[in-house]
């Protein structure tokens, strides 16, 4: 079943050559925090190329709940911000859908003010742990009430008179860095972040940008973020560069199907998000950086993907996965047509995203014809090189988008069609999918469901 109604099976055919430009969506992670921020400054904030994914629209939703007006007009997002600390009580439950981004950094926003929420979310996100984020925020004075093991539906009690903390993240997660660094916004003092490895510095860059006082250093301890609090946060323009982690289907479809060659414009390459890139390069991919700039703070880049029959397994760098841990499902993939072992360690996080994607991959891998070795904090895919991959399976997808998006790449180079239970959920971060692959000649399609 979808998380928005009546499941949608998909089909994916062995292709021809993909061709063409790519222009895949905004950044999510960027597009989510470019609305909490503007609802949190005092101002009008403007945003294009936002990302008009259902996950980033209940955002805009729950911002308009907390007070702020957002509205679209034309190609550009309009956020009247209500300043830090600013915020009013939402007069209703703020339903975040299947984002756990989006329901992590409002809790952090709003968590040192002295309203009271209640948070929930689609079946999927109702299985989500939160205490790693509701931990941190008790200790600025919050009070989170929930169902048992912490998760969704929730109530957030915020703090009347928050303390400032200073938090040692005890896994690498930029939802939860984010979600200590907006509460720490309205808490006086300075709020101080440690992290070990470290993640995804968009909070960080977007921070400064509105005015922020925020500073990084690495130490013995890790990567130090200090966060001056009660700032007065001024309103931005910004335009949103467009989503590695999209970016990543039509790149990988290209490198396996033959006779590929794909251009994808102004994908954003923040070395906190590139490492996909970075790791298909090792594997052998023609994978080139044109044109690269800066926009809006952010490393900007068109990627160009050529079909790549000489791929090979390689060992992911353990300390890599911070920066592509939304990437492993497709780079899953990926290794299925590359010869010899492809070993993921340090990957324990994909057991908590959306679904467990170690699991959901390994099974739809093994459903296809690959050997897939798993433990509970890494997994090693046996690659069957170009031409050699089975397909010819139907794969749950356990309302994950991309898990559904990973197995249909997959079937545009199997031997045999490649089905999904639900493509559904795609919707939550990638709305134009299906129609920019077809854009591309890939052979992707709806299929009837069953009486």
Known sequence: ??????????IARRSGPLK??????????????SLILGAMAVGETRVTGLLEGQDVLDTAKAMRAFGADVEKRGDTWHVHGVGVGGFAEPGQVIDCGNSGTGVRLIMG?????????????????????????TDPLALF????????GGRLPMTIVGAHDPLPVRYATPVPSAQVKSAVLLAGLNAPGETVVIEREATRDHSERML???GA???????????????????ELRPQTIAVPRDPSSAAFPVCAALITEGSDVLVPNIGLNPTRAGLFFTLQDMGADLTFENPREEGGEPVADLRARFSPDLRGIEVPAERAASMIDEYPVLSVVAAFAEG????????????????????????????GLRVDEGEDWWRVHGLSFGAVPGGATVETFLDHRIAMAFLVLG????????????GPIATSFPIFEGLMAGLGADIAREAVPA
Not at 213 to 231: F, K, M, Y
């Open 412 to 423: 545009l180079a199997a031997n045999a069609p490649m089905r999904i239970d639900d493509g």
């Open 1 to 10: 079943m979808s998380a928005h109604g009546d499941p949608i099976p998909m």
């Open 208 to 210: 400064a940008g509105f």
């Open 141 to 148: 004075g919050a009070r989170a009430y929930g169902r048992s």
């Open 109 to 133: 926003a709003m968590a040192t003010s002295p309203i009271t929420a209640t948070f929930t979310g689609d079946a999927s996100l109702n299985k989500r742990p939160m205490a790693r984020v």
């Open 213 to 231: 006082t925020i500073a990084t250093e690495d130490s013995d301890e890790g990567r130090v973020i200090t966060l001056q609090g009660r700032p």
């Open 20 to 33: 063409g430009r790519a222009e895949v969506p905004g950044d999510k992670s960027i597009s989510h925090r």
């Open 341 to 368: 072992q492809t070993y993921m360690p340090g990957v324990k996080e994909l057991r908590v995203k959306e679904s467990d994607r170690i699991d959901a991959m390994a099974r739809g891998l093994r459903a296809a």
